[in-house]
């Protein structure tokens, strides 16, 4: 499984942004897909992620502003990020999750005035 991420890039507080990452390799459709993110000196950790069902799930700081969604045909993840705050500031990674976990490379989301 491939992954190519694309969108980022500084927005001003209270602004919006999309994320999108298509993924490549047979088995992309039973594979839960999501985002990650990462602030330097700190642990990765999941934003949102959604299963081969289409069952979602958030982190708590992002609950309300951020949406993930799947299109099965194009084998695309995307995750639309409303209300972004600078505490929302970090490298953003897509990943497919199956008997291992493939990552993206990663892309820079800068939320400030």
């Known amino acids: 499984v491939q992954l190519q991420a694309s969108g980022g890039g500084l927005v001003q507080p209270g602004g919006s942004l999309r994320l999108s990452c298509a993924a490549f390799g047979s088995a992309v459709r039973i594979a839960a897909l999501g985002w990650s993110r990462q602030v330097l000196g700190k642990e990765r950790e999941m934003v949102a992620d959604?299963?081969?069902?289409?069952?979602?799930k958030y982190a708590d700081s992002v609950k309300g502003r951020f949406t993930i969604s799947r299109d099965y045909a194009k084998n695309t993840v995307s995750l639309q990020m409303n209300s972004l705050i600078p505490e929302d500031t970090a490298v953003y990674y897509c990943y497919a999750k199956l008997a291992k976990d493939y990552w993206g490379h990663g892309t820079q989301v800068t939320v400030s005035s």
């Open positions: 959604i299963a081969a069902t289409g069952r979602t």
